[in-house]
């Protein structure tokens, strides 16, 4: 009878030292893949960035300056035409603005991730070096 009880009790601590495994590398995965993901969203928002933009605003001015200097156009045309190239700086830099904002989330994504594999990873260890078996 005590040898039957300490074969269920080790049966159960290592029923439970697999679970706890099995979870762990769950975790694991969950958080790389949310990693990859969150990376793969800050290169696909590289192209949204406005970088230059003293130089992009520099190119709108030149627009404007080549559409004032068109004689073939009426002031109501070219005041037009102005009014959208400024109209689409103004969404160039909106979309910008959100591109950088998601791209900091998603780096914070990735630091929180990182802190997670560790904690998990270190909590693991601990957990069952520190385990007296009897």
Known sequence: MIMENENKA???????RYSFTIKKSIVI????VTILACGWLILSLMDSL????NKN???ASEQKW????RTDMD???KQ???NQIDLKRVNERQISGRA???QILALFMIVLQLILIVFVVWIGRKSYSSQKTY
């Open 29 to 32: 995965v969950l958080a790389v």
């Open 10 to 16: 080790g049966i159960a601590r290592n029923y439970g």
């Open 57 to 59: 605003d520099q190119f």
């Open 50 to 53: 406005d970088i230059p933009s």
């Open 75 to 77: 002031s109501c045309e």
């Open 80 to 82: 037009i035409i102005k």
């Open 66 to 69: 080549r559409v004032d200097q």
């Open 100 to 102: 950088f904002q998601t």
